[in-house]
């Protein structure tokens, strides 16, 4: 059990291996050989095992420690060729993770067995290989094993090899270990572990550490002598301190992630360098000091999202790059966290949070959802616990983005914590450790496995409750929160009002990051596999192409399943951004705008450690009638954190204000100043608004030209709309409706079949008011709608809906209606330009967007409702080649869906794929719409949200354009 480092000068055994699939650990090995790619399971490369989905239920029935008789087996196998020149040296075979049990041969000889899924395991190979010659490695990987009952994460089951493979060479006298503590006041220490492969250490070696930049550390004297006394009864203490004090140290964190490159040599008697390792420090220190935790001596707010190792060719198999890229977009939306749910990941997502600065939450490899209570006490799991734990943090005390230690997720709470926690505690006191498991026996226990109340998906009123109890005594930071399944993440920003308001709460890890949509041929579907890696040609924008589609629990006949639950994520299952992100950017802005009682603007630099200097930023003002205009903006750069200041709105705009327009607002659109690490120069960071001037209220109607006409239901006839004005209460269930029982409670209610039944119409003058009634189950909704011609030939139609008493927490109240075929294009004064609700709008800027129709909806895997934008003012749908279309504008700002589905098209399919698009447009107008809230796993949207039974009034123009 050592650390590891991939060690320079390895060779990489990664490529093309022989495979074959064994329906069992004991069934005979056959004589034909298929090729598989290593790494990367078997489970998405045409081997005939699937992937299967279950959220916590165990896909077999067999109790712990048991797997079942049905348990395939990859034998994967290659050459082997050691260099000639590795004669005599201490060989290791490094294999970065196999799942869930490795057996590993050299030459026919075992060489050793691993376990964890999410650990390397390292084979001293020395005595096995043949350097300059050619020996055979394999590699046997049962997928089912006592361990799979402790790895029983809500992801998708997979088989075989998934991180790289590599042999490397050192000296039989080596570097075991090198354990850095780096605290923020720049007191270096270097604790050094030598071991020989043969035992004994020969008499005179030594240790040297060199930091760039600082130079040689000393060596702690006082050990070394106590050392060289112990050494008369003991010959092994091959251990070695160094010591350095840094002056004017630059500290590490997420903000600023300063790393200094420390290089530990081992020297042979003689003076010649035996071994190396390369390393990066970060200077910082984390402390809880009473319900605050504190890096640097700073209450940092947590802006956390889980993230799972996911990949849709390859499941479960990421590459370098690609951790890069997922962690470059984390911070692109504001994240300052991510919480390595629900395992170690691969060492180089460690390096990056280090280089591109993150804090992480490190979990351990142990979940045992289904079985949790008889295993956190059975003893025969005790040292599974503690091994899993241990190997972590060995491997991964030396990131500076490592601030907290988890025991696991979804365990319980037993014996076998308690010892990998008194473990950890002993062994490293630098950091806090967390278990939500042991967390949840109560919140203000000072005797649990935990040091942090990590609660998942506890409800703001829990939270803002405990906070404010007099009991809380340890800081609470929500392990889960705010469920990204389908169009969620509802009371965001309520969540983080809450959050920035209350002394006790510090943040949370949105679940998740990832849609684990794994792409699927549509031809064949039960026998369909997932393309291998090349097939990135195969999706774009979040959509998968033409022939393939994301597939979730059951697409590949796996049973049981646990359907779209794992489409639960920010990012589409190629990382295309989902709407919610610009909301949690938006939230998390390091500068804040207020507007003071005087009319000026208040800046606020909302970061920890940084200045505004790396930003930059560009005004915009956007009237409704009078379309935006930009200046330059004048940030002050030496604002320190926390500190605010007056900002001048610029003259060059303010002067146009009173010039008329209707509703104003003023935009700071921020951007980076520079590249950053995880952004080139130019890169949107958020857009900040402060409201000018209200909106004007509609003038009143006067009437002109004919009445309108209608068809002999008292339905609108009019050469725009394809499809007359009618009532809508209903939207196609989102996740959060479904499993949150919204969804039910419409179809008890008749609302997903409403059905209008005509009243009445009267003419006066040249308006025409038509009475229509929609019966529910709990009475019927009257309904009136009053069409006026207008001057410029526009029509105005202004409405009225009463739910009778009972009739509450409805989808929706507004118009629904069709346009003409060919309107492609839409532009609108509101919110945007991404998708909106109610309780999802802190993220999309008032002004003038414009969006392709096809692009105004978003491709949720499972088809819902989608495409919303919240406050819309005005808009029009345009064609693109005849010009021309129709604009619509509304007495108030509103909730708008224009789409090319009804709601029932949406409702009817299960895939993305299923969705045929009308030509037309459907829009929906909403006087008042629910909100998304996060029912899907955890609380709904709150009462302010919902809507009651009563009068509903609203009123819009429909103009020719
Ligand atoms: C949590 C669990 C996660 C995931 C999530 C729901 O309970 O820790 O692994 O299952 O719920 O998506
Ligand atoms: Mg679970």
Redesign the pocket.
């Known amino acids: 059990m050592h650390a590891v480092d991939r060690r320079p000068g390895s060779l990489s055994l990664d490529g093309p291996w022989r495979f074959q699939l064994l329906p069992g650990p004991e069934a005979p090995l056959g004589d034909t050989w298929t090729r598989l790619e290593v790494p990367g399971p078997w489970t998405t490369q045409d081997t005939g095992d699937i992937p299967r989905y279950t959220?916590?239920r165990m896909p077999w029935p067999e109790y712990p420690p048991h797997p079942p008789a049905d348990n395939p087996t990859g034998v994967h196998e290659r050459e082997l060729h050691i260099p000639a020149a590795w004669a005599g040296r201490r060989i290791v075979l490094q294999v970065g993770a196999a799942e869930s049990v490795l057996l590993a041969e050299v030459g026919g000889r075992p060489v050793g067995i691993g376990k964890d899924s999410h650990l390397a395991s390292e084979f001293d190979i020395s005595h096995a290989v043949r350097p300059g010659a050619a020996d055979t490695l394999r590699l046997t990987v049962v997928k089912w094993s006592d361990a799979s009952h402790i790895e029983d994460?809500?992801?998708w089951w997979h088989g075989g090899i998934t991180r790289p493979v590599l042999v490397y060479a050192t000296d039989p006298l080596h570097l075991a270990d090198v354990r850095v503590t780096a605290p923020a006041d720049g007191r270096l220490r270097v604790d050094v572990q030598v071991r020989s492969a043969d035992g004994a250490l020969p008499a005179g070696w030594r240790v040297s550490a060199h930091l760039d930049g600082v130079g040689e550390l000393a060596v702690d004297e006082e050990y070394a002598a106590w050392c060289a006394e112990e050494a008369r009864v003991s010959d092994f203490l091959g251990e070695a301190r160094l010591r350095a004090a840094v002056p004017g140290v630059r500290t590490w964190s997420a903000e600023t992630p300063e790393l200094y490159g420390l290089t530990v040599r081992l020297h042979r008697p003689d003076g010649s360098t035996a071994d190396t390792s390369h390393h990066r420090v970060g200077f910082r220190t984390v402390a809880i000091v009473g319900r605050d935790l504190l890096v640097n001596g700073e209450r940092v707010f947590i802006r956390g999202v889980?993230r799972h190792d996911f990949h849709p060719l390859t499941g479960r198999t990421v590459t370098p790059a690609e951790m890069r890229a997922d962690l470059e977009t984390i911070k692109r939306y504001g994240f300052n966290a991510v919480r390595t749910?629900?395992y170690p990941n691969d060492p180089a997502l460690l390096d990056l949070a280090d280089e591109l600065g993150l804090y992480l939450v490190d979990e351990a490899d142990i979940?045992s959802?289904d079985h949790a209570h008889e295993i956190a006490d059975d003893p025969r799991y005790l040292a599974a616990f503690t091994d899993r734990v241990a190997r972590m943090v060995l491997r991964d005390k030396n990131h500076p983005s490592v601030i907290i230690w988890s025991l696991g997720?979804?365990s319980d709470y037993g014996a076998n914590h308690d010892a990998a926690a008194g473990w950890l505690r002993r062994y490293d006191p630098t950091r806090p450790l967390q278990y939500?498991g042991a967390a949840k026996t109560g919140w203000a226990r000072a005797d649990v496995a935990s040091d942090i109340v990590c609660p998942?998906?506890a409800s703001l009123d829990e939270i803002t409750a405990h906070a404010a109890s007099g009991e809380q005594i340890k800081p609470l930071i929500l392990?889960?929160y705010s469920?990204a399944?389908g169009n969620s993440n509802g009371i965001l920003a309520d969540h983080w009002a809450a959050i920035e308001a209350t002394p006790g709460l510090q943040g949370g890890f949105i679940?998740?990051f990832w849609d684990h949509g794994l792409l699927q041929r549509t031809t064949g579907r039960t026998a369909g596999r997932p393309a291998g890696r090349g097939g990135e040609g195969a999706y774009a924008h979040g959509v998968a192409a033409e022939g393939y589609r994301w597939a979730y629990g059951g697409d590949f006949g796996d049973t049981p399943n646990d359907g779209a639950?794992?489409a639960?994520g920010l990012v589409f299952p190629d990382r295309t951004p989902k709407p919610a992100l610009y909301e949690h950017r938006e939230l998390a802005a390091p500068l804040r705008l207020s507007r003071e009682p005087d009319g000026s603007v208040r800046l606020t630099n909302a970061q920890h450690f940084r200045d505004l200097s790396w930003l930059t930023a560009e005004w915009l003002l956007s009237l409704e009638d009078a379309g935006t205009r930009t200046a330059p903006a004048a940030l002050p750069s030496a604002l320190p954190p926390g500190a605010s200041a007056r900002l001048a709105p610029p003259p060059e705009l303010m002067d146009r204000l009173p010039a008329g327009g209707g509703e104003a607002w003023l935009t700071l659109r921020v951007t980076t100043r520079g590249d950053e690490p995880w952004a080139p120069r130019g890169t949107e960071v958020c857009t900040p608004q402060i409201r000018l001037r209200e909106r004007p209220a509609p003038p009143p109607p006067t009437a002109s030209g004919p009445a309108v006409s209608l068809d002999a239901d008292g339905l609108l006839r009019h050469p725009l709309l394809t499809s007359p004005p009618v009532l809508s209460l209903w939207r196609a269930p989102t996740d959060n409706d479904l499993l949150g029982g919204a969804a039910d409670h419409w179809r008890a209610l008749g609302l997903d079949r409403l059905e209008r039944k005509p009243r009445s119409v009267d003419r006066d003058g040249a308006r025409t008011l038509v009475r229509s009634a929609y019966p529910t189950a709990v009475g019927t909704v009257e309904h009136l709608q009053v069409f006026t011609p207008l001057p410029d030939g526009g029509l105005l139609v202004e409405e009225t809906a009463d739910l009778p008493e009972g009739l509450t927490d409805a989808a929706r109240v507004g118009t629904v209606f069709e346009t003409v075929p060919g309107l492609d294009h839409m532009e609108w004064y509101g919110q945007g330009p991404w998708e909106t609700y109610p309780d999802r709008c802190a993220g999309g800027p008032v002004g003038h967007h414009s969006v392709r129709v096809d692009r105004l909806f978003t491709p949720y895997l499972r088809p819902q409702e989608s495409g919303g934008r919240h406050g819309v003012r005005s808009f029009s749908l345009l064609s693109s080649d005849a010009g021309g279309g129709l604009a619509v504008r509304l007495d108030a700002p509103r909730q708008v869906s224009v789409t090319r589905h009804r709601a029932a098209d949406l409702a009817a399919a299960t895939h993305h794929d299923e969705l045929v698009p009308r030509p037309r447009c459907v829009v929906h107008l909403d006087a008042a719409h629910r909100g998304l809230g996060t029912a899907?796993?955890g609380p709904d949207t709150l009462p302010r949200y919902r809507l009651g039974a009563g009068t509903y009034r609203w009123s819009w123009s429909l103009h020719r354009r």
Do not use: I, K
Request: net charge negative; charged share 25%; glycine share 0%.
């Open positions: 959220n916590w994460q809500d992801q889980n749910s629900h979940e959802h997720n979804e939500e998942m998906y392990c889960e469920h399944m679940w998740e639950f794992c639960d899907s796993c």
